[in-house]
């Protein structure tokens, strides 16, 4: 028979695990959720794959790319002329990209300003967890 000191150990184990199942359960629910917005705002356009190109090029290891070298995809001539003149996609980068692409474009290429990615993220939010999703998603190796 357990003595009440294992008992209250194995309450106090039990205890922690649940608390750490629960905090594993709600960062693998806020990356889903960060996947739901790259799924609902980007994913008709752009796959992860490397290679598959829709509407717009694929974004595989997009972090760390020069803009406008995305081989096998026509880029516009602003975005190729915004990676000639220094623009990596990072975090802050993309932030203000996906803010208002042409204002992007406007500030890093001379005019007039070619671009064909028609959509804007106006939610800031929405954007960081976007940009959080595409590091995770890189850091971790995984493809679409
Ligand atoms: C309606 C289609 C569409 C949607 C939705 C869209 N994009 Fe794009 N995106 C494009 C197109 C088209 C281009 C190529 C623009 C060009 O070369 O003129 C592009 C280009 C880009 C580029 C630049 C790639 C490079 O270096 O040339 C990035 C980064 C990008 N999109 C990220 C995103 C992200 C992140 C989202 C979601 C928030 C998104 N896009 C949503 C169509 C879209």
């Not at 790259?38 to 509407?55: K, P, V």
């Not at 005019?111 to 028609?118: A, E, G, I």
Request: aromatic letters at 6%; hydrophobic letters at 40%; proline letters at 5%.
């Amino acid at each position: 028979m357990q003595r009440p000191e294992h008992i209250h150990l194995n309450l106090r184990t039990t205890a922690a695990c649940t608390i750490l199942l629960v905090a594993f359960a709600s960062i693998a629910h806020a990356q889903s959720a960060d996947e739901g917005r790259f799924q609902n705002n980007c994913a008709m356009c752009h796959s992860l794959s490397e290679g598959t190109h829709r509407m717009g090029p694929s974004l595989f290891r997009i972090i760390g790319r020069t803009a406008g070298t995305i081989s096998g995809f026509p880029s516009s001539a602003s975005y190729i002329e915004a990676g000639r003149n220094g623009v990596v996609w990072n975090a802050e980068a993309l932030d203000v990209f996906l803010a208002s692409p042409p204002r992007f474009l406007g500030q890093h290429a001379s005019p007039p300003v070619t671009n064909r990615m028609s959509i804007l993220i106006q939610n800031a939010e929405t954007r960081e967890r976007i940009i959080k999703f595409l590091i995770h998603r890189q850091n971790e190796g995984g493809e679409q």
